[in-house]
């Protein structure tokens, strides 16, 4: 019974994890940050991103803001689309399985705020991170888009948890196809022109 239970706890493990990696994918691809490769347990981007996380960059333009801004939505977007793929509660992901997501979070949250001039209260970091938050869930709550992740994940098993670029992109065509076949109305794309939530 012990064995069972650990191979059922491993199996609930190996799906968060596939659920977490989906979202970053999903909403990279979304805001045109291509994901390179899935590896079990980690989404790679490529190398601009990094930029997000050096010490000595600012965002000094408003286009370079709302980059770093849409790559935050992308962090969120892990343990968001864990918690609607397992049902745990969000909160709780936080500092779990989004520990590391969360580290990234507060670097851009800190960096945004020098470059903005906004205030740094606790109150206005914390609105910025629940608005990060609130996008991210809102986005996942978009059919097209929760189909491009249940395809990604779907994938993922296939693929033993490691996928390349070309097997996320066909994954997240083939996902977000399912639906626009369905609807004709529904665009995946227009995020990346600028469209509100």
């Known amino acids: 019974m012990e064995d069972r239970q650990a191979t059922l706890e491993k199996l609930r493990e190996i799906d968060a994890t596939y659920y977490h990696e989906a979202g970053h ?35 000094r333009s408003p286009k370079t803001r709302e980059r770093a801004s849409q790559y935050a939505i992308g962090l969120a977007a892990g343990i968001a689309a864990e918690s609607k793929g397992t049902g745990e509660p969000f909160n709780s992901l936080r500092e779990t ?5 969360y580290e990234k979070l507060e670097c851009l949250l800190e960096r945004l705020m020098l470059s903005d001039c906004r205030s740094d209260s606790p109150e206005a970091r914390q609105n910025q991170m629940q608005l990060w938050e609130a996008k991210a869930k809102a986005l996942l709550e978009r059919p ?8 990604v994940v779907s994938y993922l098993y296939d693929g033993l948890g490691e996928l390349d670029a070309d097997d996320i992109a066909a994954a997240i065509r083939e996902g977000r196809n399912a ?9 995946f794309d227009s995020l990346k022109s600028g469209d509100e939530l």
């Open 25 to 59: 994918a999903v909403i990279g691809e979304l805001f045109g940050f291509r994901p390179l490769r899935i590896e079990g347990p980690l989404c790679v981007h490529d190398r601009r991103t990094s930029a997000f996380f050096r010490q000595d960059f600012l965002f």
């Open 179 to 187: 639906v626009v076949y369905a609807n004709p109305d529904v665009e």
């Open 144 to 151: 097209e888009v929760w189909a491009a992740v249940e395809s």
């Open 97 to 101: 399985s989004g520990e590391g997501d």
